[in-house]
Nanobody, 115 residues
Framework: VQLQASGGGLVQAGGSLRLSCVAS????????LGWYRQAPGKQREWVAD???????YYTDSVKGRFTISRDNAKNTVDLQMNSLKPEDTGVYYC??????????WGQGTQVTVSS
């Protein structure tokens, strides 16, 4: 399984970005998918998850601003990010989890939010 993330960039505070991650392989539709981020000098942190049944979960700091979605026909998982804040800056990674144990990661895409 390979994952390719895209859509990062530089945006002013209050702006929006949409990240997308495309995965190879037929296991996509049974996998849970997630987005994580890592700010400079900090550990990678969880941002959002979407289950195979499309139930979504968010970390508190992004609730109401970010939306995770998936398209099983295209093998993609997206993260719509609105009302961006400087503290949202970091490298964003997509993750595919199968059977609750086997994880695959994308290469990361940089998001920079200027104040």
């Amino acid at each position: 399984v390979q994952l390719q993330a895209s859509g990062g960039g530089l945006v002013q505070a209050g702006g929006s970005l949409r990240l997308s991650c495309v995965a190879s392989g037929s296991i996509f539709r049974v996998a849970s998918l997630g987005w994580y981020r890592q700010a400079p000098g900090k550990q990678r942190e969880w941002v959002a998850d979407i289950t195979s049944g499309s139930t979504t979960y968010y970390t508190d700091s992004v609730k109401g601003r970010f939306t995770i979605s998936r398209d099983n026909a295209k093998n993609t998982v997206d993260l719509q990010m609105n009302s961006l804040k400087p503290e949202d800056t970091g490298v964003y990674y997509c993750k595919l989890l199968v059977g609750g144990r086997t994880a695959y990661w994308g290469q990361g895409t940089q998001v920079t939010v200027s104040s």
